[in-house]
């Protein structure tokens, strides 16, 4: 048996041994201190300069001139998204909706924590990421992530409060950090977020103005400036009238690809069928028509001899491309003899006669391609979104239609949601957003569903920020943004139902609750903790913690998802979770019998999962691992 971690990887660690490895040349080791009789204390490092070298291809002398992106802090952020925290998730039932049988997930907490704590379990199963961070206008908040704490008090705290008890702070212009924090902020949380996309996933940035060049140069950074896709811009607000100045009506969503060579993007079916307004007597099976010059003139390497050859028209001339009576070098059929041959045949080819010769043209029909295959035409999304309607005031709009007031200022509107999701999302796949704010990127996802009978799911991630006294908000009984973001979910899920009676689909939510470790301190620092107080921790278990907070911090540490199947069964008495099917059983009640034990076995499940301190007596301890052994052998044992 092997215990768990039950703690978020150390990533510098795992970098450390991964440079080690292919790098053995630059491990080096550097004094970092002095005990407390005067002996230094030494511990490994990688030597930088040689580490430069050796990915370099010429010469590296000193710091020489090079093209980078550097800011105040930026070594400490990337310190940050790499430190380890003793945090897990815990389940809220009673704050959930449909948490048996749901496959969405609404966690409450500390977005850089969650996604720390969502690295195992999400590695690379993220097809899209979408969020709309603070746009640093001076009027809004950035995450106060606290630099000055050494490594043992941020895994204790994690830096989740200023000195003030303030987790987010306005960011004026005026304090002196007015890009560093922002870019701070931005930076360990996108280094993160990559690393949970799939290879031919994409993150969308929802981003103003103010700090679109900024997010650009640390996306290039974390992405690769080759995955970058575009800057797509959308009409946020109206135009005004008034004014002298000029006024920014646009907002920006910057699009990323993980892997830009694997990233596939949907297309848009074509809505103006008026562009097909020509009719002929094939109409019936091939829709309407438009009518394309059949030649064209060609210039270097792109000229085909082959392609240059006469065609006779009605009246029995010679026709060669570009209209001329003689062969013309330059110039091109775009179809080949035999293919023109048949559109001929086949009324795929028409023939007009102006005042300087005749024209030949192909017809490309609405509903078959140019080989008389059925087809349904589409045009691919352009960076510019024209979507009607679609502005911050209809956002507002749409919050305020189901709450009947204003608790939020200028949520994106859900058809520019819709729009973005349509993108890149198919069924199955999983959306992230961790700056979820109104969550209306869940009321998007179960409207395309609804629509489309599809199963698109969504993690959403939120700090429960309190809401100003002085709001519609809070005078209607709310007290943070995440209750907000909850009711909405409920409230649109309701409207659509409505909407749409005869769509099943996904309306459910499983809250879970970013939280300190379900263990006690003796469980990560044992050797700190003295010989007289091993009664104190007989159990390494915090009080207050239910069985069912335990099964998923284990599922966290083992990389289950969230949102997987949990049932609950009783063996030998005990209470026992069985969970995606088998997958993974665990059972953390006390005395535990071999019964027990043998019932778990005989499921043959991955992984099997008991407490540390439960087993009835010394004997089921002793052969826990035998009956596993003997039963099925394949199981992964861990205990906690």
Known sequence: ??????????????????????????????????????????????????????????????????????????????????????????????????FNSTENIYIEGDNLEVLKLLQETYLGQIKMIYIDPPYNTGNDFVYEDNFAMDTSSYVENSGQFDDNGNRLVKNIESNGRFHTDWLNMMYSRLKLARNLLTEDGAIFISIGDEELYNLEK?????????????????????????????KTVTENVLLYCKNKEECRFSTLLIQDNEKYSNKDEYFEKRGGYILNKLDRRMTGNHYSEALNYSITAPDGSTVFPGGMESKQEHWNWRWSKSKVDWGIKNGFIMMKQNDEGWAIYFKQYEKVNNEDKPIVRT???????????????????????????????????????IHLQNMILKDNDILLDFFSGSATSAHAIMVNNAINHGNKKYILVQLPEEIDNDSDAY??????????????????????????????????????????????????????????????????????????????????????????????????????????????????????????????????????????????????????????????????????
Not at 391 to 415: C, H, I, Q, W
Not at 517 to 522: F, G, H, I, T
């Open 1 to 98: 048996m092997y215990k768990l971690k039950m703690r978020t990887e150390n990533i510098a660690d795992k970098n450390f041994e991964i440079l080690s490895k292919m790098f053995p040349n630059a491990l080096t080791e550097t004094i970092t201190g002095y005990d407390e009789d005067g002996k230094p204390i030494i511990e490994r490092a990688i030597d930088a300069d040689v580490l430069r070298q050796e990915i370099s291809c010429k010469v590296v002398e000193g710091k020489d001139e090079r093209y980078q992106f550097i800011w105040p802090d930026k070594k400490k952020a990337v310190l940050l998204a790499n430190e380890p925290i003793n945090k897990t998730l815990r389940p809220c039932r009673e704050e959930s909706t449909n």
């Open 218 to 246: 640390i996306m290039d950074e974390i992405f690769g400036h080759k995955n970058y896709v575009t800057n797509m811009i959308w009409q946020s607000t109206p135009g005004s009238n008034t004014g002298e100045d000029v």
């Open 379 to 417: 045009v691919p999304y352009q960076n510019m979104i024209n979507i009607e309607g679609a502005n911050s005031a209809k956002g507002t709009r749409e919050v305020m239609e189901l709450f009947n007031g204003k608790y939020f200022d200028y949520p994106k509107p859900l058809s520019l949601m």
């Open 475 to 640: 005078k209607s009984g709310f007290k943070n943004i995440c209750e907000i973001g909850k009711e909405r979910i409920r409230r649109a899920s309701k409207k659509i139902s409505e909407k749409y009676p005869e769509s099943v689909y996904d309306d459910g939510f499983r809250v879970l609750k970013c939280d300190s470790s379900n263990m006690k301190d003796v469980y990560y620092n044992p050797s700190e903790t003295q010989q007289s107080l091993f009664d104190t921790y007989a159990d390494n278990i915090k009080e207050d913690r239910t069985p069912e907070d335990l099964l998923f911090q284990v599922m966290l540490d083992l990389g289950v998802l969230l949102s997987s199947k949990i049932e609950k069964t009783t063996i030998a008495g005990k209470q026992v979770f069985n969970v995606a099917d088998g997958f993974l059983i665990a059972c953390f009640d006390n005395d535990v019998t071999e019964e027990t034990v043998k019932a778990v076995a005989e499921k043959k499940p991955y992984y099997a999962v008991f407490r540390d301190s439960s087993m009835a007596n010394d004997s089921v301890a002793t052969n826990f691992d035998q009956i596993f052994a003997s039963i099925s052998p394949d199981t992964v044992r861990k205990v906690l």
